[in-house]
């Protein structure tokens, strides 16, 4: 009997993934680039225990039982066995029992899945003692998963082989790279279905006139200029390219027909919010990015935060502005002498995840 | 002393028309195509009065004086002048006063400019006694005034030459080639500011990566095909191309820097209404088009109203549909039995108008 325990981050997209060259590999059609964020406040954690009594592989799921015949829960369990057997000639004998919870609520609209398989694959390398990259295994279980298995700002290169052996990720800078930058996740009220971003995406390839400009110019000057912006540390650069690549993807969406749909009125609000912030301030001082839904993920150096936490409040008044690790109010500054928003959706944004950039995947602790 | 009274009809594109390649003289980008409707129900009505008494040119509009310094007022006055003079080799002494009104509310959110460009264009060229083509200088009054100067469905010809004199309106096919069309408006609620349409696409030109791809691709593809499918009555064809189109004039608004955002969420929901009625009845039965504002204008063959109707007031209840041109509350007929529609935005559609195509502007009054 052995078992380790390992946690996994989430990571939010600032140059976007949408769009598969395969279906089945998930060989995504562009390059992407994340952040990775702290997994002291956002993470997964899963407990794997590989036993010779377990006559079968069974998972958990934030307290219930799944189907492990989930195609591609498989196809992450079959490569790092693979793996492992090729690497020490033989398997350990036995079968798994995954546990494996996020500390967000589905809620949140965060991509768990992302942290998840990271998680799932990061704790099977574990306990396989499987070495090398694995990044590509992480992948096949949920496309952006695959950015978080390694900490800071993350490419997942899409790749050229057929087999998606090179569709994986690297590192572009490590997470102390940019101690000053922060990430606040702004969760938006919804009740709305959301079309699922797997059927999104693949609605967006098959009918989305513009989505071939996107894949062929816009994507490959956006990845060149955001690694440099990143490691020069240039916040205004890095901040324009991260809103301009948002505002892409929820362009191609509605190019899509029917067209697919994410955002909302809150949403959109929040966009101009940052515009006028930025434009009262007089310089990029902050930054949106949303993925398939209408939360707000919003990169700003450290200073910036409670400022524009203030002006969030006014614009979107909440009954409470809750933060969402310690669930208690945000304390905020007033805002300046004279300035003025208009207060825009009360109650639109319910509660405030404030984060910084984080590392990989960690083994908490392992036992025979 | 001479004066007319003149009226012109309100057209919707349904390949739109965004992004001019000459701001002054209002040269487009691209060809665009539209829809007259019948101005007995929407129009903008002028009477001009030519007066040897009148010391200076005025203009009065909804009651309220205006500038008669606009330069773009000036341009149609300047070019209908030139041509009496250039045709009657002199020109009648004295000043115009212009009245102009149109029966429909700006709330209504319709492109008030382009009848009333179109009407005070015409009824200057029944005053003045002008032949000839007159879009292209109700062009310099308001672009989308250009197709508001000939009934049914009309071709705006962005025209080769920097002039300007070949950038007018071409009759694709008159009103009475389709009886069976109908024009719904579904007038949706907003208070919001929005981006004017002259200022949203200078800004889409400038900064959207997406738009080259719909003028070198999308345009002119859907030009040919949706002027064939309105040869051939298609509805089906028409339908999807016009849905396709509005979704790409709003993508491409939302992959401008910073965004553009015309439709708010009860829009959207208006949208995959669309879609899901279509779904529901098996083939394409209905459509919509949007321009710069939230309104949703629907297309759809006579039987398809009704029936149509009562599905909005499902999924918008109004405490009253009303209909815009009588006053009257809409009497529905009651959804077919077992069909259940979810109710998404209580007072999200105001008001009805239900309309026709029509022709063109008239004559209605000429008086020495």
Not at 27 to 55: G, M, Q, W, Y
Not at 125 to 153: E, M, N, P, T
Not at 195 to 223: F, I, K, N, W, Y
Not at 226 to 235: G, Y
């Given at each position: 009997?052995?078992?380790?325990?390992?946690?996994?981050p989430?990571?939010?997209?600032?140059?976007?993934?949408?769009?598969?060259?395969?279906?089945?590999?998930?060989?995504?059609?562009?390059?992407?680039?994340?952040?990775?964020?702290?997994?002291?406040?956002?993470?997964?954690?899963?407990?794997?225990?590989?036993?010779?009594?377990?006559?079968?592989?069974?998972?958990?799921l934030?307290?219930?039982?799944?189907?492990?015949?989930?195609?591609?829960?498989?196809?992450?369990?079959?490569?790092?066995?693979?793996?492992?057997?090729?690497?020490?000639?033989?398997?350990?004998?036995g079968?798994?029992?995954?546990?494996?919870?996020?500390?967000?609520?589905?809620a949140?609209?965060?991509?768990?899945?992302?942290?998840?398989?990271?998680?799932?694959?990061?704790?099977l390398?574990?306990?396989?003692?499987?070495?090398?990259?694995?990044?590509?295994?992480?992948?096949?279980?949920?496309?952006?998963?695959?950015?978080?298995?390694?900490?800071?700002?993350?490419?997942?290169?899409?790749?050229?082989?057929?087999?998606?052996?090179?569709?994986?990720?690297?590192?572009?800078?490590?997470?102390?790279?940019?101690?000053?930058?922060?990430?606040?996740?702004l969760?938006?009220?919804?009740?709305?279905?959301k079309?699922?971003?797997?059927?999104?995406?693949?609605?967006?390839?098959?009918?989305?006139?513009?989505?071939?400009?996107?894949?062929?110019?816009?994507?490959?000057?956006?990845?060149?200029a955001?690694?440099?912006?990143?490691?020069?540390?240039?916040?205004a650069?890095?901040a324009?390219?991260?809103?301009?690549?948002?505002?892409?993807?929820h362009?191609?969406?509605?190019?899509?027909?029917?067209?697919?749909?994410?955002?909302?009125?809150?949403?959109?609000?929040?966009?101009?919010?940052?515009?006028?912030?930025?434009?009262?301030?007089?310089g990029v001082?902050?930054?949106?990015t949303?993925?398939?839904?209408?939360?707000?993920?919003?990169y700003?150096?450290?200073?910036?935060?409670?400022?524009?936490?203030?002006?969030?409040?006014?614009?979107?008044?909440?009954?409470?502005?809750?933060?969402?690790?310690?669930?208690?109010?945000?304390?905020?500054?007033?805002?300046?002498?004279?300035e003025?928003w208009?207060?825009?959706?009360?109650?639109?944004?319910?509660?405030?995840?404030?984060?910084t950039?984080?590392?990989?995947?960690?083994?908490?602790?392992?036992?025979?």
């Open positions: 009997m052995k078992s380790v325990t390992c946690t996994a989430v990571n939010i997209a600032v140059i976007k993934y949408w769009g598969k060259a395969d279906e089945k590999l998930i060989i995504p059609l562009n390059d992407s680039l994340s952040v990775t964020l702290n997994s002291d406040e956002l993470r997964a954690k899963t407990t794997i225990t590989l036993s010779e009594d377990f006559t079968r592989d069974q998972i958990w934030n307290g219930k039982e799944e189907s492990i015949d989930n195609p591609r829960l498989q196809s992450c369990l079959a490569e790092i066995r693979k793996r492992a057997e090729a690497e020490h000639k033989s398997l350990p004998k079968c798994v029992q995954i546990v494996s919870e996020n500390n967000f609520p589905t949140a609209g965060l991509a768990s899945s992302a942290a998840g398989y990271a998680c799932l694959v990061f704790a390398s574990k306990l396989y003692a499987v070495s090398g990259d694995i990044s590509a295994v992480a992948r096949q279980g949920s496309g952006s998963a695959c950015r978080s298995v390694l900490g800071g700002f993350v490419r997942w290169v899409a790749g050229t082989e057929p087999s998606g052996a090179d569709s994986r990720a690297v590192q572009v800078a490590p997470a102390a790279h940019w101690p000053d930058l922060r990430c606040l996740i969760v938006v009220s919804h009740d709305r279905k079309v699922a971003s797997t059927s999104g995406m693949q609605r967006t390839v098959q009918t989305s006139d513009l989505m071939r400009a996107r894949l062929e110019h816009s994507v490959p000057a956006r990845l060149a955001i690694t440099d912006a990143i490691l020069r540390r240039d916040f650069a890095f324009e390219l991260t809103m301009r690549d948002s505002n892409q993807l362009a191609v969406c509605q190019d899509t027909y029917p067209p697919v749909r994410y955002m909302n009125d809150v949403s959109h609000a929040l966009v101009d919010t940052v515009h006028e912030y930025n434009a009262r301030r007089g001082r902050a930054c949106y949303f993925d398939a839904g209408p939360n707000a993920c919003v700003l150096p450290e200073a910036e935060v409670a400022p524009f936490l203030a002006v969030v409040a006014a614009v979107c008044p909440p009954p409470v502005l809750a933060d969402w690790v310690t669930g208690r109010p945000v304390q905020l500054p007033p805002l300046p002498e004279g003025v208009e207060q825009l959706f009360p109650g639109g944004v319910q509660s405030v995840i404030h984060t950039v984080g590392d990989g995947p960690r083994l908490l602790e392992a036992a025979e």
